[in-house]
């Protein structure tokens, strides 16, 4: 299996177990809402995002998306160059990759972490908060009561673990795909030089 492939089993056994978690609380995301895409800049690791930067050159759509990093990077702009502004109805998120989104997309507003006693403790997002304070009251309990949910110190660790040189370093999701898709061009160089000309790299 390759490292790739590897990611993305985890990935979808964390998906997995939120989906019981939100089947077992009611506790979901409100319909539409993308939030936590837009409202701040996103950081995450090259690491998490291999299995994205493979996507994206499957599709052959490295050079589209280096060339947006590139024009955000000359705009000072840190917002994810993957949202899209307009979203589709029955579309699960803002992502134009959602299957294949990193680590710390996946696990907001639906990730536990343990706290200086040692115990576990739900960590959510604000506008759940105040869309759905009985659920997340009700997902509060379950978590005490041994409802499993993603500790997203391990989950992080177990990404990280799998190539430290690139699976710890945080950075700017934008300048991190950048990484991401310039080690998979290096180590399975496309046709033509796509992404590098565009770009300007």
Same mark, same amino acid.
């Given at each position: 299996?390759?490292?790739?492939?590897?990611?993305?089993?985890?990935?979808?056994?964390?998906?997995?177990?939120?989906?019981?978690?939100?089947?077992?609380?009611? =506790?979901?995301?409100?319909?539409?809402?993308? #939030?936590?895409?837009?409202?701040?800049?996103?950081?995450?690791?090259?690491?998490?995002? /291999?299995?994205?930067?493979?996507?994206?050159?499957?599709?052959?759509?490295?050079?589209?998306? =280096?060339?947006?990093?590139?024009?955000?990077?000359?705009?000072?702009?840190?917002?994810?160059? #993957?949202?899209?502004?307009? #979203?589709?109805? &029955?579309?699960?998120?803002?992502?134009?990759?959602? @299957?294949?989104?990193? #680590?710390?997309?996946? /696990?907001? &507003?639906?990730?536990?972490?343990?706290?200086?006693? !040692?115990?576990?403790?739900?960590?959510?997002?604000?506008?759940? @908060?105040?869309?759905?304070?009985?659920?997340?009251?009700?997902?509060?309990?379950?978590? /005490?009561?041994? /409802?499993?949910?993603?500790?997203?110190?391990?989950?992080?660790?177990?990404?990280?673990?799998?190539?430290?040189?690139? !699976?710890?370093?945080?950075?700017?999701?934008?300048?991190?795909?950048?990484?991401?898709?310039?080690?998979?061009?290096?180590?399975?160089?496309?046709? !033509?030089?796509?992404?590098?000309?565009?770009? !300007?790299?």
């Amino acid at each position: 299996m390759s490292i790739y492939d590897e990611i993305l089993e985890v990935y979808y056994g964390f998906d997995r177990t939120i989906a019981s978690f939100q089947s077992a609380t009611g =506790m979901r995301c409100p319909p539409g809402c993308s #939030l936590c895409c837009r409202g701040w800049p996103v950081e995450t690791t090259v690491m998490e995002l /291999l299995p994205l930067a493979r996507e994206i050159y499957l599709r052959e759509e490295d050079e589209m998306i =280096m060339s947006a990093i590139f024009e955000k990077d000359q705009r000072h702009d840190p917002s994810c160059v #993957l949202i899209k502004n307009v #979203l589709t109805k &029955g579309e699960a998120g803002a992502c134009g990759y959602y @299957k294949f989104r990193p #680590l710390v997309c996946r /696990l907001f &507003g639906f990730a536990s972490r343990r706290n200086k006693r !040692g115990g576990i403790e739900l960590m959510t997002c604000r506008v759940i @908060k105040e869309n759905a304070p009985a659920e997340v009251k009700r997902a509060e309990i379950a978590l /005490l009561q041994g /409802l499993s949910l993603p500790v997203y110190q391990d989950a992080f660790m177990r990404i990280s673990y799998m190539k430290p040189n690139t !699976g710890s370093r945080m950075l700017p999701i934008n300048n991190a795909l950048k990484e991401a898709i310039e080690s998979l061009y290096w180590s399975r160089p496309p046709k !033509g030089q796509r992404f590098r000309k565009a770009a !300007g790299f």
